[in-house]
Structure formats: structure tokens, C-alpha cells
């Protein structure tokens, strides 16, 4: 029997000709080139931080080629940094409209209306830019901060997750995983995740206060009050710190200390109402219920939709033997979702 002999074959394919319609662009390619070139440029002078010099190279790369998509993107984050927002938004509108498909633009044209108006933008926006190609950690974490807002936890935590996925030292992913857990009654998982977020930033004050929030909702007043001290010694400005450092030891019979925090927190912030209301609850625990009074009353001026402070004021007029107007703000601070006040109302009804 012969052998088959294989020999292998060699395929020219035909080259077609290019017609005279179809020569070669030289000009649009050295265009093309020019304007690579003075991108890199533009790029090298912002990492300089020299934005002056990067908008001149920038305008020459559009000047040359107007649909260069990425010179908008850079223009826009430049006029972002200048807090030029309305020229950035217009500079990423002009990116998408040369590049409709950009993931980048798509994302920072809707990250900037985030910073302008959150009610402006939708996960939608940021999943656009994740279905382009641009699934950078940031762009889940703004698509959990809206769903966050919006009440969709779950969602939030999923998209937080991603975020902590790509960046594990994402302290900011981590805090806000953490008050999407609070929020769905995780209260230990919370506490979790805002210890990482410590972890990788110990200058992230909300975690401290929001953690020792947490500790205060399980019963863990005196773990809450050593939060709120070290979310103090990380930031003595902050008002939310003090107030709630003197909800911590109100709860713990540290009446005096409690009126001092309470005092710091008005002196740093004498429009909050939430402070005067609690100033008020430091008037009546001593007995001082017109000092009390004067309080409660500032802060439904400031706030009328405060519930908390109906409640106590109406706590405050019962001491004073003043039951119908009791019922009064007790009635209120129901409507207002206080629920402690429909037992107090079931004294009116006696």
C-alpha cells in the first residue's frame, strides 16, 4: 500500500487595489499623530498639577481633532478641579456626543451631577458606564451611594462589596457597607465594617460616630461613649461628636458631663435642633422645667417637624400640670412617627 505524501499548500489570498477614492489619508493620520502627542503632553502637565499649560495642549488637540473624546474628558476634569462644574458637565456632554460609547465620560458626566444635585442621577448613569468598559471601584461605590439614598439597601451593599472587591483599602465603600447593614438592623455586621473603615483611614470621623451610634442602639452606651471621645480627639469640631457623646453619658447618669458635651455642641452649632432639644432635656432632668420649655421651643422654631422635641416638651408641660397642652404636642409627635407617644396619649384619653 503507498504512503500518502502531505504536502502543505500555500494560499495567496488576492490583494484588492485601492481606487483613487480610497488612497491612503496622510494628512488625517498625521493629524492624528500631532494630536497623540500633544494629549501625552497635556497628560504629563496634569500630572504636574500644571492645568494652565495641559488646557493650552488640550485646546490644540481639539483644534486638530474635534472628536478627540478623551481631551474633553481631561478638559472636564480640570474645570471639576477648578470648581468649574457647569464647564466640566459640558465637556463630558461634548465627550459622549464625539464618543457615545465612553465609558469615562459616561461616568463623570453623572458623577458631576451627583455633586450638584443627587436627585438628578440614577444608578442607571453609573451602570452605563459599567456597561462601556469603565467598572472602576468608584463607579460601583456611587452607584451604592445612590441606592443607598434610595433605600435600597441590599443593593448598596452588593454594589459596596464590588467597590471593596477592586480596592480592599476603600474606607469610605467599607463606612458606607456598614450604615446600609445599620439601616437593615445588622447591627454587628455594621460594627464590622466600620472598624475596617477605620482600619484604613483612623481619620474617617463618621465611622467613629456612627459606630458608637450603633453600640448605643445594642445597649452598648459605655463602648458608644468611647467612640464618640475618639471621634473627638480626631476632630474637636465636630458637633455631632459632643451631641452624642451627651446622649451616651445622659443614658449612663453622667448628667454634668452630659451638659457640658451638650454645651459644646451649641456653642459649635446654635442652629441645631436637635442640640436645643437635648439642652432642653438637661433644663427638665434638673427640674429647670421653664429653662426646659425655652429650649424645647427653639428647637420646634427651628425644626416644627421634630418629633422628639413634642414628646419631651409635652413631658415637660405635664410636670407643670398643663395635661391639655400635653396631649397637644403628644398628638403632634405621634403624627410625627414617635411611637413612645401614643402610650403617653392613652393619658389624655383617661
Same mark, same amino acid.
Given at each position: 500500500?503507498?504512503?500518502?505524501?502531505?504536502?502543505?499548500?500555500?494560499?495567496?489570498?488576492?490583494?484588492?487595489?485601492i481606487? #483613487?477614492?480610497?488612497?491612503?489619508?496622510?494628512e488625517?493620520?498625521?493629524?492624528?499623530?500631532?494630536?497623540?502627542?500633544?494629549?501625552n503632553?497635556?497628560?504629563?502637565?496634569?500630572?504636574?498639577?500644571?492645568?494652565?499649560?495641559?488646557?493650552?495642549?488640550?485646546?490644540?488637540?481639539?483644534s486638530?481633532k474635534?472628536? /478627540?473624546?478623551?481631551?474633553?474628558?481631561?478638559?472636564?476634569?480640570?474645570?471639576?478641579?477648578?470648581?468649574?462644574? @457647569?464647564?466640566?458637565?459640558?465637556?463630558?456632554?461634548?465627550?459622549?456626543?464625539?464618543?457615545?460609547?465612553?465609558?469615562?465620560?459616561? /461616568?463623570?458626566?453623572?458623577?458631576?451631577?451627583?455633586?450638584?444635585d443627587?436627585?438628578?442621577?440614577?444608578?442607571?448613569?453609573?451602570?452605563?458606564?459599567?456597561?462601556?468598559r469603565?467598572?472602576?471601584?468608584?463607579?460601583?461605590?456611587?452607584r451604592?451611594?445612590? &441606592?443607598?439614598?434610595?433605600?435600597?439597601?441590599?443593593?448598596?451593599?452588593?454594589?459596596? $462589596?464590588?467597590?471593596?472587591? #477592586?480596592k480592599?483599602?476603600?474606607?469610605?465603600?467599607?463606612?458606607d457597607?456598614?450604615t446600609?447593614?445599620?439601616?437593615?438592623?445588622?447591627?454587628?455586621?455594621?460594627?464590622?465594617d466600620?472598624?475596617?473603615?477605620?482600619?484604613?483611614?483612623p @481619620?474617617?470621623?463618621?465611622?467613629y460616630?456612627?459606630?458608637? &451610634?450603633t453600640? !448605643?442602639?445594642?445597649?452598648?452606651?459605655?463602648?458608644?461613649?468611647?467612640?464618640?471621645?475618639?471621634?473627638?480627639n480626631?476632630?474637636?469640631?465636630?458637633?455631632?461628636?459632643?451631641?452624642?457623646?451627651?446622649?451616651?453619658?445622659?443614658?449612663?447618669?453622667?448628667i454634668?458631663?452630659?451638659k457640658?458635651?451638650? #454645651?459644646?455642641?451649641?456653642?459649635?452649632n446654635?442652629? &441645631?435642633? $436637635?442640640?436645643?432639644?437635648?439642652?432642653?432635656?438637661?433644663a427638665?432632668?434638673?427640674?429647670?422645667? *421653664?429653662?426646659?420649655?425655652?429650649?424645647? +421651643? #427653639? &428647637?420646634?422654631?427651628? +425644626?416644627?417637624?421634630?418629633?422628639?422635641?413634642?414628646?419631651?416638651?409635652?413631658?415637660?408641660?405635664?410636670?407643670l400640670?398643663?395635661? $391639655? *397642652?400635653?396631649?397637644?404636642?403628644?398628638?403632634?409627635?405621634?403624627?410625627?412617627?414617635?411611637e413612645?407617644a401614643?402610650?403617653?396619649?392613652?393619658?389624655? !384619653?383617661?
Amino acid at each position: 500500500m503507498g504512503r500518502w505524501i502531505l504536502i502543505s499548500l500555500i494560499v495567496l489570498f488576492p490583494i484588492r487595489a485601492i481606487s #483613487q477614492n480610497e488612497q491612503f489619508d496622510y494628512e488625517g493620520y498625521k493629524y492624528q499623530r500631532i494630536a497623540e502627542r500633544l494629549y501625552n503632553s497635556a497628560v504629563e502637565a496634569i500630572n504636574r498639577q500644571d492645568y494652565y499649560g495641559a488646557l493650552f495642549y488640550l485646546d490644540s488637540v481639539l483644534s486638530l481633532k474635534p472628536d /478627540f473624546a478623551e481631551a474633553f474628558i481631561e478638559r472636564g476634569k480640570i474645570y471639576y478641579t477648578k470648581e468649574r462644574k @457647569e464647564d466640566a458637565l459640558n465637556e463630558f456632554h461634548q465627550a459622549l456626543y464625539a464618543d457615545p460609547d465612553n465609558g469615562e465620560a459616561a /461616568f463623570f458626566e453623572a458623577y458631576v451631577r451627583f455633586t450638584m444635585d443627587t436627585s438628578s442621577v440614577n444608578s442607571d448613569d453609573f451602570t452605563e458606564a459599567i456597561k462601556n468598559r469603565y467598572a472602576l471601584p468608584h463607579v460601583y461605590y456611587y452607584r451604592g451611594v445612590l &441606592s443607598l439614598l434610595d433605600k435600597r439597601y441590599n443593593d448598596a451593599i452588593a454594589d459596596f $462589596t464590588l467597590a471593596i472587591d #477592586q480596592k480592599a483599602n476603600y474606607a469610605k465603600a467599607y463606612h458606607d457597607r456598614g450604615t446600609a447593614k445599620r439601616l437593615l438592623g445588622d447591627y454587628q455586621g455594621a460594627i464590622y465594617d466600620y472598624r475596617l473603615a477605620i482600619t484604613y483611614d483612623p @481619620e474617617l470621623i463618621m465611622s467613629y460616630i456612627n459606630m458608637g &451610634s450603633t453600640k !448605643k442602639k445594642i445597649g452598648d452606651f459605655q463602648g458608644a461613649e468611647q467612640d464618640f471621645t475618639v471621634a473627638i480627639n480626631v476632630d474637636s469640631t465636630n458637633f455631632v461628636a459632643y451631641n452624642n457623646r451627651g446622649g451616651a453619658r445622659y443614658i449612663l447618669g453622667k448628667i454634668e458631663e452630659a451638659k457640658a458635651d451638650f #454645651q459644646k455642641a451649641y456653642d459649635l452649632n446654635p442652629i &441645631s435642633y $436637635t442640640v436645643m432639644s437635648n439642652l432642653g432635656n438637661i433644663a427638665a432632668k434638673s427640674g429647670d422645667y *421653664e429653662a426646659a420649655l425655652d429650649w424645647y +421651643n #427653639q &428647637s420646634l422654631e427651628t +425644626n416644627p417637624e421634630y418629633g422628639l422635641a413634642y414628646l419631651n416638651r409635652g413631658l415637660t408641660l405635664e410636670m407643670l400640670g398643663m395635661l $391639655t *397642652e400635653a396631649c397637644s404636642d403628644w398628638q403632634r409627635a405621634s403624627e410625627l412617627g414617635i411611637e413612645e407617644a401614643d402610650e403617653y396619649l392613652k393619658e389624655c !384619653k383617661e
